[in-house]
Structure formats: structure tokens, C-alpha cells
């Protein structure tokens, strides 16, 4: 992948109780339009509840469509692997940086990769050559490398995130429930900022400096604290409540 660049017709500023004049002047500012609550991120709702089986169908419908039975009329197996594993590594990945799993969830996925890389040339359901754990565990230990969709979840999600209830209870009543979450995710570095992004792979080392700038390593304390623009906004958010405080 060669980079991210913001894409100004996808990007939309959200705001929760602005003025609509503010919102403008900021949306000018960041180059995007407006947009309002309810947020879907990546095809998910941001308030949806991830324990729900349900609130997961988007991302396994996703994984069936790219990893759909006759794409194994055109590969082989080792074609297969490498889709498997891509398809694993670029779209899991972000929804297990965010939300817990369930295990009937885990299970389906497995089940979409284990049809494809054992399916025959016909897309019939094949015969499975080596057990999954095998396909599953790294190369150094004799495997494949292909990874477990529960395994990685442990790797990607430290206690903190379910530790959430405690963050809950300080806000409360504060903001809406999704700014809330937001606001943990920013705190705990669970943004998908460039620097993150390129610690897991997905984006090259040589492109982590900020959209926004371009002058500075894109981590999460950059862009909402150390950015030129982060800063427009917050300067002129906080003026905006000095004025209103004298008036
Ligand atoms: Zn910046």
C-alpha cells in the first residue's frame, strides 16, 4: 500500500450540541462537509453493541464476498493462502483493534477460510489436507501462518478496552454514549492514526506524517493535541466559549 491521503468526499465533521455557524467555519477549515449522528465506522454503527452476533454481519459478509468460492477456480492453494491472509490481516484487523469478538463470530470466519483454501478446482467443497490448527499456527513452528481470528483479538485487545465501564462512570451524562467511546479510544491510543497503522503492517514506515500537516509523525497525541490544525479548532472553540462567557 502506498499511503493514505484524506479523501475530502468520504471525510464529515460531526458535531455534538455547535452551533451551525461554528460547524461551518470548521468544516471550511478542515475541508470536509458536515454529517450527523448516527456514525458507521467501516459499515459498523458506532454505537452497536459487538457482543451481539448480529452487529458483525457487515464484516462477515465482507470476508464471504472476498474470499467467494470461485476465486478457487483461479488459485491454487498457495494463491489461496495469500488471499486468506490478506483478507485476514487488512479487515479484521481494524474491527479487533476496536471491538471484542464473539466466538460464534471467530468460529464463522474461520469456517469462510477453511472452505476456500480447501475447495476444489470445481468450488466443491474439497478435502482438508493438514488440520486448521496446522494452517493457523505461525511459519517458525511448522505452520502456515494463516492466524486465528480469536488469537490475534487477544494480541489486539489489552484489558483496558474491557475495562471500559470504569471511563463510563466518570463521563456520564457527559456526552452521548459515541462520543464517549470516541474519547476512550483517543485516550487508550486506539485511534487508526498513520504511526498505528504502520506498527500492524498495513501502511509503508516511510509515510506515518500527518494528514493534516504533513509535518509530523501522525500519532494520536499529534493529531489532537500537537497538529497547527488541531489546534485552529480547539483555539477557536475555546474562544468561542470565553465569548460567550463576557457577553
Ligand atoms: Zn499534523
Redo the contacts with the bound molecule.
Keep these: 500500500m502506498s499511503g493514505l491521503s484524506i479523501n475530502f468526499d468520504k471525510s464529515s465533521l460531526i458535531p455534538i450540541n455547535c452551533e451551525e455557524q461554528w460547524v461551518e467555519r470548521m468544516c471550511n477549515l478542515l475541508g470536509c462537509k458536515g454529517d450527523a449522528l448516527p456514525v458507521k465506522y467501516l459499515g459498523i454503527p458506532l454505537r452497536a453493541n459487538p457482543r451481539r452476533v448480529n452487529t458483525w454481519s457487515p464484516i462477515i459478509d465482507k470476508v464471504e464476498e472476498k474470499l467467494s468460492l470461485w476465486k478457487a477456480k483461479v488459485l491454487n492453494k498457495a494463491g489461496k493462502l495469500v488471499l486468506i491472509k490478506s483478507v485476514l490481516n487488512s479487515l479484521l484487523v481494524y474491527y479487533l483493534s476496536l471491538f471484542k469478538m464473539p466466538k460464534a463470530v471467530a468460529e464463522k470466519l474461520i469456517s469462510l477460510q477453511r472452505r476456500l483454501l480447501w475447495s476444489s478446482e470445481e468450488g466443491r467443497t474439497g478435502m482438508a489436507l493438514v488440520k486448521w490448527e496446522v494452517v493457523q499456527a505461525p511459519k517458525k513452528l511448522g505452520g502456515l501462518g494463516v492466524g486465528d481470528a480469536m488469537v490475534m483479538q487477544e494480541e489486539l485487545i489489552p484489558e483496558e478496552v474491557t475495562r471500559y465501564s470504569f471511563t463510563r462512570t466518570i463521563w456520564k451524562g457527559l456526552v452521548p454514549p459515541r462520543v464517549e467511546l470516541f474519547v476512550w479510544f483517543v485516550l487508550i491510543g486506539r485511534v487508526n492514526t498513520k504511526d498505528r497503522l504502520s506498527r500492524f503492517g498495513i501502511i509503508s514506515q516511510d509515510n506515518v506524517t500527518?494528514v493534516?500537516?504533513n509535518?509530523?509523525v501522525?500519532d494520536v497525541r499529534?493529531?489532537f493535541l500537537?497538529?497547527?490544525?488541531?489546534w485552529q479548532v480547539w483555539s477557536d472553540w475555546i474562544l468561542r466559549i470565553d465569548e460567550r462567557a463576557f457577553s
Excluded: R
Excluded at 500537537?226 to 488541531?230: D, E, P, W
Design positions: 500527518c493534516l500537516c509535518n509530523e501522525e499529534h493529531l500537537g497538529c497547527v490544525f488541531a
